[in-house]
């Protein structure tokens, strides 16, 4: 009798033991997948810092899953902070070197900044900030032209922003003309000034 009470107990501790596993493995695999659509969420409602500190916990809880700091870097890119955008999508790419669109953000990083300043009316008269412009798109086209697809509708995209930033590039261009032209007229009129004097 005491035999089989004790079989009994046992039979039924394991089988506890094996649905709490079961239920802690499954709660356990949902959460990730959970986290992460939490932080895509984020991102699409254009909560973009909220979307930053999701993507860091799931960074922190997952730190060879390149999603995490893909989606904190697309975050980073629409809140500006350019440069750490980089720093998470060089760790994206480090994991997933494969996947097309973690280089088509890192092109973004330098186009995006370079779009905003080119139709900033301060910057028609620095040269220096049109120059600066200029290598940012062309360093966008460096990463895009590196961009090797199979996937017709990708190579499609990648050569509409390509020729979007060479449009962009030979504005920049224009407008450091015109900066010149309009110097050259000023030089020529203050110089015509001291003719009369």
């Not at 506890?16 to 239920?23: A, M, Q, Y």
């Not at 909560?47 to 975050?75: C, H, M, Q, T």
């Not at 900033?120 to 032209?145: C, G, H, P, T």
Request: aromatic share 10%; charged share 25%.
């Amino acid at each position: 009798m005491n035999k089989r009470r004790v079989i009994i107990i046992v039979i039924v501790f394991a089988v506890i033991g094996g649905l709490c596993s079961g239920f802690w493995w499954y709660t356990h695999r949902n959460s990730r997948a959970k986290l992460l659509a939490r932080a895509e969420l984020a991102f699409r409602a254009g909560k973009y810092d909220r979307a930053i500190v999701l993507a860091n916990r799931y960074i922190e809880k997952y730190p060879n899953d390149w999603r995490g700091y893909f989606i904190k870097a697309r975050s980073m890119i629409r809140t500006g902070q350019y440069d750490n955008a980089r720093v998470a999508l060089k760790k994206a790419h480090a994991l997933k070197a494969s996947e097309v669109s973690i280089l088509l953000e890192m092109a973004k990083s330098y186009s995006l900044p370079a779009q905003r300043k080119l139709t900033n009316r301060n910057v028609a008269n620095r040269s220096d900030l049109l120059k600066k412009i200029i290598e940012q798109f062309q360093k966008a086209n460096e990463i895009l032209l590196s961009i090797k697809t199979a996937n017709k509708a990708q190579s499609l995209d990648i050569q509409e922003k390509i020729g979007l930033n060479y449009q962009n590039i030979s504005i920049a261009w224009q407008m450091i003309g015109q900066k010149l032209q309009k110097d050259i007229q000023v030089a020529e009129a203050a110089g015509g000034n001291k003719q009369w004097n």
